[in-house]
């Protein structure tokens, strides 16, 4: 029950920081929506007009800023988020948000979970035939490949496949002539859209899976009740599932829970890459313009995401691991 | 851990080639270019393709590709080597102040060091590097901000490993001073966990640095392999059929991350020789090690040999 109440209150206090850090960012440094929107409409809109159009949506920046903090607070977290200053100026954020949400969920989320899996996977057979070919080649190879820059890697992927071979488009997350719904054209054309944008964030992430998968699997390996049912003649595939794998597993499922929480946050540069409207695109967006709403909703999101699947990783590992029970 | 076991590491060696190449195209961008004003628009045609006067060819503004590869080295590298440092030294600072001094310093330091570790880091660093303006000592700041942390949580893990160890006793029995204990008997045997996270802080700094000048918020003065990414991008550089604008800047990228990284990791499996590549040589060896053991009947055998050479394992947890 401590247990419980020491991680809730963690959760309560890292999105009470992120949540102070982004209000106050943006406004203690140069640069307001005011200018941004002026810079926008290249004068031909009078200031004054400008700002009571701002403060219309919401935007005071004569007011005390301590108010506007509880304000801000409250409104967070009540989900009255307000409307877009931005570049979509007066459209509610929360359309903005869940316009975007499954492009993103749907893109980096999946590719996120395939990463994992087959990480694993080869992760376990290379620590499993340690010395083999496989095993020689690979962790060179890792080393580099998990440290490209991701978007350029998306960029050559567009230079191969879209610019010279022209198999696939470039960017957008669908083809527009096609009505959206469920027919097989739109479909495909999001499937078709989703490959290049998935492969840069695969080719990019599946290294750091195999290689702590095969660190793993090789000091689990020389564990002593491996070695046990070695002697008692178990069958390999059994020693490697069921023996070194499934124990070898346990601390990148932390390390999992992680990544699936940075998925709303990790993706900005393939979707700028991409132009895939997804959050990330979003908050460049937002960012661009000075869109104070957007901004702190998209803020809010990413390190809810984060705090929620850590949370769930914990309690995941506790039931899972007897060791953790334990300790928890 | 010696500088001749780095040279005899295949990975570290390619790394420190890459590294030490990066350093000299940094230090003197004359010795490789005769052009010196790389940023220069309209200086030479636009889009040319590569020719013994243009290596590289020329971008859509007509400058030198090849020039501004060379000259865009300083930045990152300066970038690099410094927020790597100071991230280093602000993590063992305060993972080694929390886990020497216990207590309530403990748990607010940890505290802190744990929502720093959640925040979503790229984004943050965005609104950061938007907001307090374009220069190298701003981007240097934010990669610190947000880059501390994860070493931070390592130090403390080593540094509390350490802190009932007989040595650390007899100092204090001794007499000596906090100060003391903590930087000549502690600090020395962090050696290799800080230069490993200093290569870490690094490599991340170089990746999250071209990131953001990637997506045009880096310091626009001097050349940079990330801005030139960003030039080529917004001009549309492949559809301009000027692929080369793009493949350069982002193997340079490519090939020093790759350094950082390699160094790392060879560091790694010379500090845990398990994770050594397996030479057929030592297969055989072991081969016959363990027949030996056999014929001993000692169950313990190879964990024995293991305990026998501490000084290798400790480095390793």
């Known amino acids: 029950m401590r247990y419980v109440v020491r991680r809730l209150s963690m959760f309560l206090f890292t999105l009470w920081a992120a949540m102070t850090l982004n209000f106050f960012i943006p406004r203690f440094m140069p640069g307001n929506p005011l200018q941004a929107l002026e810079a926008r409409t290249r004068g031909k809109v009078s200031p004054a007009t400008l700002e009571s159009i701002l403060s219309s949506f919401g935007y005071k920046p004569n007011s005390a800023l301590v108010p506007q903090y509880f304000t801000y607070l409250k409104d967070m977290v009540s989900g009255a988020w307000g409307q877009s200053i931005g570049l979509s100026l007066g459209e509610p954020v929360r359309d903005i948000v869940f316009q975007a949400l499954p492009w993103t969920l749907g893109l980096i989320g999946l590719t996120t979970v395939v990463a994992f899996l087959l990480g694993n996977a080869v992760g376990i057979v290379a620590g499993w035939r340690r010395g083999g070919t496989l095993d020689s080649w690979l962790p060179s190879t890792l080393v580099i490949t ?172 506790a039931w899972l691991d007897p060791r953790a029970r334990a300790k928890g | 851990m010696k500088f001749a076991s780095l040279v005899k590491n295949r990975k570290a060696l390619v790394g420190l080639i890459l590294f030490a190449l990066t350093v000299l195209l940094a230090a003197f961008p004359g010795l490789f270019t005769s052009v010196h004003n790389p940023g220069e628009i309209g200086t030479y045609g636009p889009n040319l393709g590569p020719s013994t006067g243009h290596l590289l060819g020329t971008t859509s503004y007509g400058q030198d590709i090849y020039s501004q590869l060379v000259y865009g080295a300083r930045q990152v590298l300066e970038i690099a080597l410094l927020a ?79 802190r009932n160890r007989d040595f650390l006793e007899a100092a204090r029995v001794r007499g000596e001073r906090r100060s003391y204990i903590i930087l000549f008997e502690m600090l020395p045997t962090m050696t290799s966990l800080i230069v490993a996270n200093f290569l870490g802080s690094a490599l991340y700094s170089v990746l999250a640095a071209s990131g953001l000048q990637f997506i045009g918020l880096g310091n626009t003065d001097q050349q940079s392999w990330g801005t030139m990414l960003y030039n080529a991008h917004s001009m549309e550089a492949l559809q301009a059929g000027n692929a080369l604008w793009i493949i350069a800047p982002g193997l340079a990228i490519a090939l020093l991350s790759a350094a950082f990284a390699l160094m790392n990791y060879a560091f790694d499996e010379i500090g845990n020789p398990a994770l050594r590549p397996v030479r057929r040589k030592d297969l055989r060896r072991s081969r016959k090690a363990e027949r030996l053991a056999a014929q001993a009947a000692d169950p313990h055998a190879e964990k024995g040999a293991r305990d026998a050479d501490p000084d290798v394992y400790a480095d390793a947890s």
Not at chain 2, 92 to 103: P, S
Not at chain 2, 112 to 124: A, E, M, R, S
């Open chain 1, 146 to 317: 998990a440290n490209l820059p991701y978007y350029w890697i998306g960029m050559l992927l567009i230079l191969l496949f879209a610019s010279t071979l022209g198999w696939l488009p470039p960017d957008f997350n669908y083809d527009p002539t096609i009505l959206p719904g469920f027919s097989p054209g739109f479909v495909g054309s999001v499937l078709q859209h989703a490959v290049l944008p998935a492969f840069t964030l695969l080719i990019t992430s599946i290294g750091g899976w195999i290689l702590t998968m095969r660190n793993n699997m090789i000091t689990t390996l020389a564990e002593d009740y491996v070695r046990m049912a070695r002697a008692k003649g178990l069958a390999d595939r059994k020693i490697m599932f069921g023996y070194a794998a499934r124990n070898a597993m346990l601390p990148n499922i932390s390390g999992f829970a992680m990544s699936l929480g940075f998925v709303l946050s990790g993706s900005v540069l393939v979707e700028y890459v991409f132009n895939y409207p997804g959050l990330g695109y979003q908050l460049l967006n937002a960012v661009d313009n000075n869109d104070y709403p957007l901004m702190q909703v998209l803020f809010m999101l990413y390190t809810v995401a984060v705090l929620v699947s850590l949370l769930a990783a914990d309690f995941f590992m």
């Open chain 2, 84 to 162: 790597g440092a100071f991230a280093t030294v602000l993590a063992v600072l305060i993972g080694i102040t929390a886990a020497y001094m216990g207590g309530i310093v403990d748990e607010a330091l940890s505290l802190v060091t744990n929502v720093v570790l959640i925040l979503p880091t790229f984004p943050l660093m965005i609104i950061l590097a938007k907001y307090a303006g374009q220069s190298n000592e701003v981007m240097i700041i934010v990669l610190v901000a947000t880059g501390w942390s994860y070493g931070a949580n390592q130090m403390r893990a080593q540094a509390l490993s350490l």
